[in-house]
C-alpha cells in the first residue's frame, strides 16, 4: 500500500495499518486465549478422571501434547496481560522515570535499544520493544521521520498525544492531593525526546548554576545536601547565628509556565532551531486522561511538563536556574547574604515527588 504526505504521517499510517492487521493475526492465530486455556483444563481433567477410573481413553501421549499446550496458552496470556497491565503497574508503583543535528542511524539504534521496552505504550499502542524487534523494518521510516522533524520542527497531533493517568503516592489514598500525574507518551515521540534530552544535558552544564546538582553529567543529586551539611556543622562550630529555609515547588512540573519556559531558553542563548523543536513537542501537545483504563477525549495543554517525557527534567531545570537568577540579584543589591565563603550559593537538593530548595544564610 504506498502512502503519500509528509514522512512523519506516512510513519503514523503505517503503525496504524500495522495496528489493525496485528489485531487480525492475533485473532487467527491465537484466538480467545481463555476460551483455550479452559478448553485445554477440561480436556485435561476428563482425561485425569479417565485414568482415575482405570479407564483407558486417550493415551499419555495425547496427555502430554495437552499439558504442553495448556502452558503455552498460560505463556501467552501472561505476555498479552503484562503489556496490557503495565497502566496498572504504573499506577500501582512499578519501576516509575550539544545542540541538535541530522540524527545519525546508530544514535537512533542505541537510544531504541537501550530504552525498557516494557513501559505503558501511549496513544500509539506501540511500546519500544516492538521497534527493537523490528528496527530492520522500521527503521529507513523511522529516520525518514526524524530528519523531516529536524529540517521543519512539525510533528502531528497523534505523536505528541499522551495518555494521563494518576499513580498513588501513598497506599489507600483518599484524596486527588495523594496522587501524582503520569503521562504515557507514545514511542515515536519518545525517540524524539531522549534524542533532544541527550543532547541538551551536555549543553546546561555550561548555562546552570551550580546550586542545582541534579540530572546534569558530572554532579550527583548529593551534592548539594553534603554541602549544606558541611555548612551547617561549620555554623555550629564556630557558634554563628543563620537562618535555613527551604522552598518546596507543590506539583512542580504541573505549574511549569511555557512563556517563562521560553524567555529563560532565549536568555541563555538557544537558538530559534531549538525554540521551534521545543514548541513541536511540548508546546503543541495534547493529552487524553485514562478512566478505568479508558481515554476521554483529548484536550490542548497550557502549561507544565509532562511525568515521563525524558525531556522534562531537564527544561524544569531551565526553569528553575529563574529562581537561582532571583536570588543573585538579591546578593547584588544586598537584600541576601549567605554564609561564610558561600556569599551565595544556594544549595538545592531535586527529590521526588517534590522539588526542594535548601538555603543559608546570615542573620541580620
Not at 37 to 46: P, R, T, V, Y
Not at 128 to 155: G, Q, S
Not at 157 to 165: C, G, H, I, P, R
Request: with cysteine; aromatic share 12%.
Amino acid at each position: 500500500m504506498v502512502i503519500k504526505g509528509k514522512k512523519a504521517f506516512v510513519l503514523k499510517e503505517k503503525l496504524k495499518i500495522l495496528k489493525e492487521k496485528l489485531k487480525t493475526w492475533n485473532r487467527e492465530v491465537f484466538g480467545n486465549l481463555d476460551l483455550n486455556i479452559d478448553k485445554i483444563a477440561k480436556e485435561l481433567n476428563e482425561i485425569e478422571d479417565l485414568a482415575a477410573n482405570g479407564i483407558g481413553g486417550l493415551t499419555f501421549h495425547n496427555s502430554k501434547n495437552l499439558d504442553k499446550k495448556f502452558w503455552e496458552q498460560l505463556h501467552h496470556k501472561e505476555n498479552f496481560l503484562q503489556q496490557k497491565s503495565r497502566t496498572k503497574w504504573v499506577q500501582q508503583g512499578d519501576s516509575n522515570t550539544r545542540f541538535f543535528h541530522a540524527s545519525i542511524t546508530a544514535e537512533v539504534k542505541d537510544i531504541v535499544l537501550n530504552c525498557d521496552g516494557n513501559k505503558s505504550p501511549g496513544p500509539d499502542g506501540f511500546n519500544l520493544n516492538f521497534f527493537k524487534a523490528c528496527w530492520y523494518i522500521v527503521k529507513n521510516n523511522v529516520m525518514a521521520f526524524l530528519r523531516e522533524f529536524h529540517e521543519h520542527a512539525i510533528l502531528p497531533k497523534a505523536v505528541t498525544a499522551s495518555f494521563l493517568t494518576l499513580a498513588p503516592k501513598k497506599d489507600h489514598p483518599h484524596v486527588l492531593f495523594y496522587y501524582r500525574p503520569i503521562c504515557l507518551i507514545g514511542s515515536l515521540y519518545k525517540i524524539i525526546s531522549k534524542l533532544l534530552a541527550n543532547r541538551l544535558k551536555w549543553v546546561l552544564g555550561k548555562v546552570i548554576s551550580n546550586c542545582q546538582s541534579a540530572f546534569l553529567p558530572q554532579r550527583q543529586i548529593l551534592d548539594g545536601v553534603v554541602v549544606l551539611n558541611e555548612i551547617i556543622d561549620l555554623a555550629k562550630r564556630s557558634k554563628d547565628e543563620c537562618l535555613l529555609f527551604k522552598v518546596d515547588f507543590e506539583r512542580a512540573y504541573d505549574t511549569v509556565n511555557w512563556g517563562f519556559l521560553g524567555r529563560m531558553m532565549v536568555k541563555m542563548g538557544f537558538t530559534e532551531g531549538w525554540l521551534k523543536w521545543m514548541r513541536a513537542c511540548i508546546f503543541e501537545s495534547s493529552m487524553s486522561i485514562l478512566v478505568n483504563g479508558s481515554p476521554t477525549e483529548d484536550f490542548k495543554v497550557g502549561r507544565g511538563l509532562r511525568q515521563g517525557d525524558p525531556l522534562s527534567p531537564f527544561l524544569f531545570l531551565i526553569v528553575a536556574e529563574g529562581l537561582a537568577g532571583m536570588m543573585s540579584r538579591t546578593v547584588e543589591i544586598d537584600r541576601f547574604k549567605g554564609y561564610e565563603e558561600y556569599r551565595w550559593e544556594p544549595i538545592l537538593g531535586v527529590e521526588r515527588p517534590r522539588n526542594r530548595w535548601w538555603m543559608l544564610c546570615l542573620t541580620s
